[in-house]
């Protein structure tokens, strides 16, 4: 099989680094030396390894990617802006016919699933990227629909910790409040506790310092009403590896569902795990 011609949207940023480095490294992905980012970044170019990258600001990506069409007829997109460019971004993907992997959160979902179905190209979209997670989220929605109420006595602690820059609430403890109403405990996303200050996550949570620029600590803990009864659910993730690692891996899936025919369709992280094809 020939390299999928991809390119990572969101540089300098974190996330879209790590994959470019992962996706470098990996013979079947070629990376296009360009990145969409955001109109606050003041650099023209930024290096991963040792490849450099052309950065595009939104004034000029109209332009530019009509220039990059040019020379790469076919390729993915990976984004992983800001919550606030989800929308628009989907938007310019779609009018540009790129199929893309949107791994940033945030933004308005049910429109940015509107988008993609009135659209001539899929995409995957998905509030986290590892694999194992969304595995251990399918366990959850598993109990949820067969399970209804049954920890309705019960009261919820939803923690999760990010680095400092992390704007928005976590996607994954979002979504896991629908399992837990579900279930019976009635919660919502203005109590899930967001912990961001780097000093209380090494010294009260125990995020090694070396992970607090980039982790993803999660614990559920369920409380039966008379104190009797414990029951937690910790995922913690440091560095960002296995977003990278599932990110790449969902390329592989909609690059497989390109070559198929599909259109105008939306495919989660869970579709990839399954290796089959959901709306």
């Known amino acids: 099989m020939n390299p999928i011609p991809v390119m990572i949207n969101g540089m300098p940023g974190n996330m879209a680094s790590t994959v470019a480095s992962h996706a470098q490294k990996n013979r079947r992905f070629k990376v296009i030396p360009h990145s969409l980012t955001g109109p606050e970044i003041t650099q023209s170019e930024y290096s ?3 490849q450099r990258f052309r950065l595009i600001k939104p004034d000029k990506r109209e332009e530019a990617i009509e220039e990059i069409k040019k020379s790469e007829h076919q390729f993915i997109c990976v ?5 606030s460019a989800v929308n628009e971004n989907a938007l310019f993907y779609c009018r540009h016919h790129l199929p893309f992997v949107m791994g940033t959160t945030g933004g ?3 429109h940015l699933k509107e988008t993609v179905l009135s659209s001539p190209i899929p995409a995957v979209v998905a509030a ?6 969304v595995g251990f989220q399918a366990m959850m929605a598993y109990a949820a629909d067969n399970f209804p109420d049954l920890f309705k006595e019960y009261s919820i602690t939803i923690r999760e910790s990010h680095q400092k820059a992390k704007a928005d609430t976590s996607g994954t403890a979002r979504a896991m409040i629908g399992y837990f109403n ?4 009635p919660v919502v996303e203005e109590e899930i506790i967001k912990e961001r200050d780097p ?9 090694p310092e070396q992970y607090l620029s980039g982790h993803a600590w999660h614990t559920y803990t369920l409380v ?17 590896d296995i977003y990278a690692k599932g990110t790449l891996d969902a390329v592989v899936f909609l690059f497989n569902k390109i070559t198929q025919g599909a259109k105008g369709t939306v495919f989660t992280m869970l579709d990839v795990l399954k290796g089959n094809s959901a709306a």
């Open 48 to 50: 991963v390894d040792s």
């Open 79 to 83: 984004d992983y802006t800001h919550p």
């Open 108 to 110: 308005d979902r049910r």
């Open 128 to 133: 986290n990227m590892a694999k194992q997670i």
């Open 182 to 185: 579900k279930l019976g405990i």
């Open 199 to 207: 000093e209380r996550q090494k010294n009260a949570l125990g995020v």
């Open 224 to 240: 039966s009403d008379d104190q009797t009864v414990t029951f937690q659910f910790t995922h913690n993730v440091n560095g960002r």
